[in-house]
Antibody
């Protein structure tokens, strides 16, 4: 059974940093691309970033480019999102998701999400 | 960036009725379109990929159709658990991957 479990969310001040983690199990982690998608309170889904199975190729939404860094440790079956220079508009539930095929396609399994709140 | 526009924003129907949700793309996405269901407090769930393929474990009452710029998600006979928000998503031209704004399917 595929499981994705996010952690690392919380309350952070504007300009601060946070690192999210996503522990994966139930599939061959290194074979699949992974993505982060966020959802601001009461809003729709917004793609944030994606990474290839090897970790060599990464993609970012313009809204986070230069501030967020996606990475993975295939030896630990874990996906990460390093978030720097956080802004109020980054407040959202952050989901990690497994990509069905390619680096950043359909997302066939999702974690339960972790809430990031950026506020002073 | 490809913009996906979903209609209607809200759809009010009764259990047993047929639901038809629409997603229109600002330019062709071929058949690289997916549909997700999200219930309150839960993560989204993949329903349909590549416009018309049901994901693993998705009931046959869910079907998808379309190509190019116009797509439809049909729920043939609504069950109580189907009332949720539905999103479409394209993977034809990325980054960025884009989602529609969602259609809220509510009980009438």
């Amino acid at each position: 059974e595929v499981q994705l479990v996010e952690s690392g969310g919380g309350l952070v001040q504007p300009g601060g940093s946070l690192r999210l983690s996503c522990a994966a199990s139930g599939f061959t982690f290194s074979t699949y691309g992974m993505s982060w998608v966020r959802q601001a309170p009461g809003k729709g889904l917004e793609w944030v970033s994606s990474i290839s199975g090897t970790g060599v190729v990464t993609y970012y939404a313009d809204s986070v480019k230069g501030r967020f860094t996606i990475s993975r440790d295939n030896s630990k079956n874990t996906l990460y999102l390093q978030m720097n220079s956080l802004r109020a508009e980054d407040t959202a539930v952050y989901y990690c998701a497994k990509v069905r095929i390619t680096v950043a396609g359909d997302l066939d399994y999702w974690g339960q999400g972790t809430l990031v709140t950026v506020s002073s | 960036e490809i913009v996906l526009t979903q209609s209607p924003a809200t759809l009010s129907l009764s259990p047993g009725e047929r639901a038809i949700l629409s997603c229109r793309a600002s330019q062709s996405v071929s058949t690289y379109l997916a549909w997700y269901q999200q219930k309150p407090g839960q993560a989204p769930r993949l329903l349909i990929y590549d416009a018309s393929n049901r994901a693993t474990g998705i009931p046959a009452r869910f079907s998808g159709s379309g190509s190019g710029t116009d797509f439809t998600l049909t729920i043939s006979s609504l069950e109580p658990e189907d009332f949720a928000v539905y999103y479409c998503q394209q993977r034809y031209n990325w980054p960025p991957i884009t989602f529609g704004q969602g259609t809220s399917l509510e009980i009438k």
